[in-house]
């Protein structure tokens, strides 16, 4: 499978955006997102790389995944961090390795780029994405994560 992995660009907005509410709604079922904030979003990502970063995966054409860098700061380190928000594949073209693809290229960029480390979510019942992670490298976290609304 000839796949392209590479950090978006601001004319990938208009096929990105389809593919992010798939994620959002689909994957995930959230409620549909604002489109026009949605779209600002990616925009943003694409022109204002202090704020955060994309990697998109293509094949034949059209984007089939991403993922989302966001960036903080580690006061115990005293450096800047990096947080994965978002890898997400297509189901169509799932298991052919693109998730593995995209995580290094997104790891490759924080090892690159000098941040302490990288960081990530997932739910609790994506076993696949566990999976994923485990295999490579990602070890669970000493810290507890919570939320509020």
Do not use: H
Request: glycine share 6%; charged share 30%; net charge negative.
């Amino acid at each position: 499978m000839n796949v392209t992995i590479r950090q978006a660009q601001l004319d990938d907005a208009k096929e990105l955006k389809p593919l992010m509410l798939q994620y959002i709604v689909d994957f995930y079922e959230q409620q549909d997102p604002n489109e026009e904030e949605l779209e600002k979003l990616i925009k943003r990502l694409a022109t204002e790389p202090e704020f955060g970063v994309q990697f998109v995966a293509e094949f034949d054409g059209s984007l089939v995944g991403f993922s989302t860098l966001y960036f903080g700061f580690s006061t115990l380190r005293v450096q800047k961090t990096a947080t994965m928000n978002d890898l997400f594949v297509t189901s169509r073209v799932r298991g052919e390795k693109i998730g593995e693809r995209l995580f290094t290229a997104t790891l490759d960029y924080v090892r690159d780029n000098g941040y302490a480390y990288m960081a990530w979510e997932t739910a609790t019942d994506n076993i696949v994405a566990q999976t994923l992670y485990e295999k490579m490298g990602g070890k669970k976290a000493d810290w507890l994560f919570y939320e509020i609304e």
